[in-house]
């Protein structure tokens, strides 16, 4: 039996469908809370989330991982609300997006405590929610190299997945061989790590794709539609085009079993402007036409959104 | 030892009328302070810790603790506590509000930030590239904004005006962000009529050099911590430049950092002596509830109920020691 945690239950991956992989109902910076710069209203909020999870679900869009990490602004009562409302399978993550992200309390911790943290938040629940996390999410901090905190951060991540079976999602790729070598110690199979972003603008020139995919582990292009063409693209956009023929390239070589897309859109941003224009749709309207385009057939289509997906997220404990 | 009730008409003496002090249930008469405990923490959490899945955040019991020692401050004369731990340290202003109320205490509380190590990645690596640190004028309008519109309860409103801003740079000495939450908590002071309450890292005269280069006067300004060891002989050269000297770990006897009680009895009597009566604040820094760090359960009313009836006995005066425990604190705490 495949299960799936989503903040709504536990569920078979079955039910899944079309997984967006790597998204944000709204992220914010730590300490972005305090300015009011950024609040919204909860009509506002909601105003902004509901139609883009109802477009999803139209689209056939079935189930939507937040990778919004412990510190960030992660609302998992509100993620419940949202999932009962809409019909969308909310996955939630514990973890935090990068050592740059974990505030003081969890920045000073063990890699044990942490570890106790990330198994409980998957197999007991987060806060008071009742709702367990499906996901753990590590990343590389500002400035392009692993930090001390960061691979303490892996690690723990890389004992609670060995633990609980849940997969590991990270932000960046780059300087990927501290993790690689942090979870082999662990005991941890690269196939239940989702190297991520390895395709935005700024940092696929210095991700080592090949030697991620030798090592086993999966490779995400999950910043799907963060496109130069946009009217006010962020810093780690990309051409169209480019990240598309990077992509098709990876799959002509015959890592489709290996990789994962998704647009890591915010719903509605909590700490940033966000980014005008990019919605977790892209990937019905731009992303699969794109592709089908580019020659890829239904059937890997399928593989990337369906199958790659539930095979990642099921609990392999 | 003797219980002072607290006199309800308060202190009237060296308080013009018109003159406030902000607190959390709105501004109050200066002359209402009383005795005050100038740097007390109510709730701290250290940032993250109220996410822990192993630390408990009950208000109910939260409340009553804090609740019982306010209670027990204010037995022993205290009428004014300040919760000195700024923006983003556990502050819980609506929890405040119905302290204040319930216990009949006014409380104080703080904006402002810092160390560097206890700020937000939002302040430190901010989505932009670079990644720059937030400068001294966002931190001055962000602080600012605590006192003019009010204190944030985040993302959900903002309440009552902060009644000091607060901020501390690293032991190991004064980084380049905190130096900008110096200058922005200085220009906050400049612009509020606030004051302001620094923790110095490695040299106390240099970080208050920091805030009196923004032109802010010396007389806004308390410059804490001052009876750690390592403050050496900073005290008097604070004092001499007209700032408030924070002696602030009354009742802390046991840490080889810091002086003991019967250390800072010498040091409060010999800044009494070179005249500076007027620029002595005792604080006791204990924490009324901790979560995500030790407990430091010393009572808020240990500077008025043990360590100045100890400061008499050695020869302070009573003049003096009124001066200290209310007239000191209502100089620094009203707003100009």
Redesign the interface.
Known sequence: MTKVNTVLGTIPAEELEIVAVHEHIGYGMPGSELDTTWWKSPEQAYEETVPKLRKFRENGGGTFVDATGICNGRDVDYYKSLSAKTGVHIVACTGFVGGDTALPHFSRATVDYLAKVFIHEITVGIGNTGAKAGVIKVGVSRGGRMTDLDRRIYRAAARAAVVTGAPILTHLAIDPEPAVTIFNEEGLSLDRVLFGHADDGLNAPITPHDWIYEQGGRIGFDTFGYDLELPDPPFWGRKRAERMEHFVNLVNKGYADKLLVSADANCSPLGWPGVKGHTINYIFEDMIPDMRTAGIDDATIKLLLEDNPAEFLSLQA | MSHTPPVAAGDTFHAPTGQTVNTVLGPIPASELGVVAVHEALLSV????Q????ISMDRTEIFEILAGKLAGFREHGGRTIVDSTG??HGRDVKLYEALSRSTGVHIVASTGMGPE?????????????P?TPWPAGKFAD?FS?EVT?GM?V??VE?RGAAGLVTTTAARTGMTPTEESLFRGAARTSLKTGIPVSIRFGADALHDLDIVLDEELPADRVLVGGLDRKDADSAALGVAGRGAFVGIDNVGLNDHAGYLTDHDRAELVLGLVKAGHADKIILSGNSIGVAK?QPDYDLPFSHVVSTFVPFLKAHGLSDEDARRILVDNPRNLLTVR
């Open positions: 250290i940032p993250g810790a996410y822990a899945p192993d923006m983003f190590e206890m700020l937000g990645g939002y302040f430190l690596t901010p989505q932009t590239n990644p962000l904004k519109e944030v985040p993302r903002r995500g």
